[in-house]
C-alpha cells in the first residue's frame, strides 16, 4: 500500500481518521465509500514501512477486571462532571478535524492565525501529519476493537453525528489524542518560546476525547506515546523538517502582520481551566 487515493481522502473528514483503517478491511471500504466524491488533499510524509505500527509499539488495552480498567471508569465519571460546561464545549470544538477548522485548534496558544492564505506551509504541514498519524493507529485499533465509554454505558457525547460510525471503531488507541501530541511536538519546535504552553495544549486536546466520552484515559495516554513514536520517524524526512523551517517563517510573519487567531481564546482559557479529577 502506499498514499495513494484512499489515504489521501482521509484528510477530509473527521470520520475518517476515526472509522477508517487507513487501507483494507471494512473501515477502509467505508471511508472509501464515503469519500469517493471529494477533492484530494496532500499526502502525509511517511512512506507505509516508515510509519510507526501501534499493534507492534503499543500493548493490548488494559483487560477487564484490571487496576487500569477500574482507573479508566473512575476518570470517566470524574469526566461526566463536566457535561454542558465551558470545558465540554471546548472539547466539541477539539472533536473537528475537518480542515479548516482543525487548524484552529492551537491558534490561541500561538496568538496567530493559522490558514491556507496567510501559513500555507504550516497549514499544509498540519494536514499531511493528520494523515500519517491515522495511518499509524489502524493496527491496534482493527484488532483490538475497543468498546468506547459511550456504547458501554449509553450515555451521550459531544458529537451526536458521530455515535453510529465511532461504535464501529476501536477506541483504543485514540486518533485524536496521537495527532494532538503530533501537532504540538511538531509546533513547540516551530515556535519553541511557547513550547511549555503548547505541549500543555496537545496534552488538553487528547484529554477532550475523555470530556466528550469517546475515549478512556489508557486510550488516550497510548495515543500521546504513538504521537512521539510519529514524530520521530517524521524527521528523518527531509521535506518535513524543510517545512518546520518554512513555517517558523510563516509565522513570525503572521505575527507581523497582527492577525488575530480568529477563535474566542477567553472562552477557550476558561475551559481549560476547568480539570478533569483523576487524570494521571
Not at 44 to 57: I, Q
Not at 222 to 230: I, P, S
Amino acid at each position: 500500500m502506499n498514499h495513494g487515493r484512499p489515504l489521501q481522502l482521509m484528510l477530509s473528514s473527521v470520520l475518517i481518521l476515526l472509522v477508517s483503517s487507513c487501507g483494507s478491511g471494512r473501515h477502509g471500504q467505508e471511508a472509501r465509500a464515503q469519500m469517493a466524491a471529494q477533492s484530494e488533499p496532500p499526502a502525509g510524509y511517511l512512506p507505509k514501512e516508515a510509519v510507526p505500527d501501534s499493534l507492534a509499539l503499543l500493548p493490548p488495552p488494559p483487560a477487564a477486571g484490571s487496576t487500569a480498567v477500574a482507573n479508566d471508569e473512575e476518570v470517566h465519571k470524574s469526566a461526566a462532571a463536566l457535561r454542558d460546561t465551558p470545558r465540554y464545549r471546548l472539547a466539541a470544538l477539539d472533536a473537528e478535524l475537518i480542515f479548516p477548522r482543525a487548524a484552529d485548534a492551537f491558534v490561541c496558544t500561538l496568538g496567530a492565525r493559522i490558514d491556507e492564505q496567510h501559513t500555507p506551509r504550516l497549514y499544509r504541514l498540519l494536514q499531511r501529519t493528520l494523515l500519517d498519524s491515522a495511518v499509524s493507529t489502524a493496527g491496534a485499533k482493527n484488532r483490538y476493537m475497543r468498546t468506547r465509554p459511550f456504547a458501554a454505558y449509553e450515555e451521550p457525547t459531544c458529537a451526536p453525528q458521530d455515535e453510529a460510525r465511532l461504535r464501529k471503531n476501536g477506541s483504543y488507541p485514540s486518533g485524536h489524542a496521537t495527532v494532538g501530541w503530533v501537532w504540538a511536538l511538531i509546533l513547540a519546535e516551530v515556535d519553541p518560546a511557547r513550547a511549555d504552553a503548547i505541549l500543555a495544549r496537545g496534552r488538553s486536546y487528547g484529554e477532550s476525547r475523555l470530556v466528550c466520552n469517546v475515549h478512556w484515559q489508557s486510550d488516550i495516554i497510548e495515543g500521546g506515546f504513538l504521537g512521539a513514536a510519529v514524530v520521530s520517524q517524521l524527521h528523518a524526512v527531509a521535506e518535513f523538517r524543510q517545512d518546520i523551517e518554512a513555517s517558523r517563517r510563516e509565522l513570525a510573519e503572521a505575527r507581523a502582520k497582527n492577525l488575530a487567531p480568529g477563535r474566542d481564546c477567553a472562552m477557550e482559557a476558561a475551559a481549560l481551566s476547568q480539570k478533569i479529577p483523576g487524570v494521571l
